[in-house]
């Protein structure tokens, strides 16, 4: 390992991976990469559902989504890696006249950035997702440029990116402090030595929290456990034999009921579905709530009737990094020189990555970002909390 960087990143997930590859685009190629586990995305990268969009409530979100998408779809020929990239579509249903009123505000806005993005009636949301009940759903919205991708391919493809151009990865290495002089890092100590670099680059999701610790720095990300499952057709095959025709969709179309946060995409022969529990409490815990399961599957069976009779074939739980007001951080402290945090974005990291990561990279390397990151401010939280993020699912 390198005692000596120009920058030192810590996390190899999806967000560190594309902070070092869009360094790396810029000539900064003296940066070092720590993981703390032996392989890169293997916290919340490597256990989201994959869900990529554009329907936020945020503008900021909005054009975050807008680039990253872009880069997403074109990501081999850009990069260099081929991904599963599938644009089939995000529906979502609403019950509420309440929410109704808030997703035409929404809808509003994101036309506004030119995304299409559409009112569609319940037989055509039938037609798009087959299978769906959707007794008492009032409304619902449809964007068919959102869809799901493939997080480990979006993380190895930065971080192989990175690497040829001599960024140096390193597994299985932690950060345990830092040393000052004055307000400026100088030193990152770590558990394989320490290097000497003037720039912390925060990318540890979760985890952010704990390494703004070590350098005196409030970085408010807590951690919360989001859970999906897994479930095969009775009897066992694939939802796409005959036998099962009509009864969940054939796409990879994501379906979200907002007010349950029930949603469901399929996944190969399978169907991957969860649910937020709002009773959940920050913490570190990823082990799978098999008490939860039937909460999740009353409210399943009722969207989607062909889950009443499947089986979970396995399933697993990983962290969502939430800030106060669901909008993540990007950018320098004004309390320690040198550090910088990428993280916090509540649920919809891995889509946002490609573009996050340029801008990051563009503030490290001194050029203009071309993004307002006043919404993104680590300070912001000084004040009392603005409007963030509406649509967490």
């Known amino acids: 390992m390198k005692t000596t960087a120009d920058a030192v990143i810590v996390g190899g997930g999806c967000m560190g991976c594309s902070v070092a590859w869009h360094l790396a685009q810029r000539g900064i190629t003296n940066v070092v990469l720590l993981e703390r586990e032996p392989q890169l995305g293997t916290g919340s990268t490597g256990k989201n559902a994959g869900g990529f969009r554009h329907q936020f409530s945020n503008s900021a979100n909005i054009e975050l989504s807008i680039e990253s998408i872009a880069l997403m779809k074109d990501f081999e020929a850009i990069v260099g890696t081929p991904i599963d990239f599938h644009q089939d579509g995000y529906l979502f249903l609403l019950s509420r006249s309440a929410n109704i009123e808030t997703f035409r505000k929404n809808v509003g806005l994101q036309k506004k950035h030119g995304v299409d993005v559409r009112w569609v009636s319940n037989d055509e949301a039938r037609e798009l997702s087959p299978g769906l009940d959707l007794t008492g759903v009032k409304g619902a919205t449809y964007c068919p440029s959102d869809g799901v991708a493939d997080p480990n391919g979006v993380t190895m493809g930065f971080a192989k990116g990175a690497q040829a151009k001599g960024i140096e990865i390193v597994r299985e290495c932690e950060v345990t402090g830092a040393r000052l002089k004055g307000h400026r890092i100088t030193d990152v100590r770590t558990s394989q030595g320490d290097i000497s670099t003037p720039l912390l680059i925060n990318a540890a999701g979760p985890w952010a929290k704990s390494i703004g610790r070590l350098l005196g720095v409030?970085?408010?990300?807590?951690?919360?456990?989001?859970?999906?499952?897994?479930?095969?057709?009775?009897?066992?095959?694939?939802?796409?034999?005959?036998?099962?025709?009509?009864?969940?969709?054939?796409?990879?179309?994501?379906?979200?009921?907002?007010?349950?946060?029930?949603?469901?995409?399929?996944?190969?022969?399978g169907l991957l579905f969860g649910m937020g529990d709002p009773s959940e409490q920050p913490g570190f815990d990823i082990t799978v709530r098999w008490d939860f399961l039937p909460k999740v599957i009353e409210v399943a069976m009722q969207r989607l009737p062909a889950l009443s009779?499947?089986?979970?074939?396995?399933?697993?739980?990983?962290?969502?990094?939430?800030?106060?007001?669901?909008?993540?951080?990007?950018?320098?402290?004004?309390?320690?020189?040198?550090?910088?945090?990428?993280?916090?974005?509540?649920?919809?990291?891995?889509?946002?990555?490609?573009?996050?990561?340029?801008?990051?990279?563009?503030?490290?390397?001194?050029?203009?970002?071309?993004?307002?990151?006043?919404?993104?401010?680590?300070?912001?939280?000084?004040?009392?909390?603005?409007?963030?993020?509406?649509?967490?699912?």
């Open 218 to 269: 409030d970085v408010p990300v807590e951690p919360e456990r989001r859970q999906s499952f897994i479930a095969s057709p009775p009897g066992g095959g694939s939802w796409d034999d005959p036998r099962n025709a009509g009864r969940v969709p054939k796409s990879k179309i994501l379906v979200i009921d907002f007010e349950s946060t029930f949603y469901f995409h399929r996944e190969g022969g």
């Open 309 to 393: 009779d499947a089986a979970v074939s396995h399933a697993w739980a990983g962290l969502y990094e939430m800030t106060p007001d669901h909008n993540p951080i990007i950018g320098p402290s004004s309390d320690v020189d040198g550090f910088y945090t990428i993280a916090g974005f509540s649920g919809h990291g891995f889509q946002h990555s490609p573009a996050a990561g340029r801008i990051l990279a563009d503030v490290i390397a001194g050029r203009d970002p071309k993004f307002d990151l006043r919404p993104f401010e680590l300070d912001r939280f000084a004040k009392p909390v603005a409007q963030g993020e509406g649509n967490v699912v």
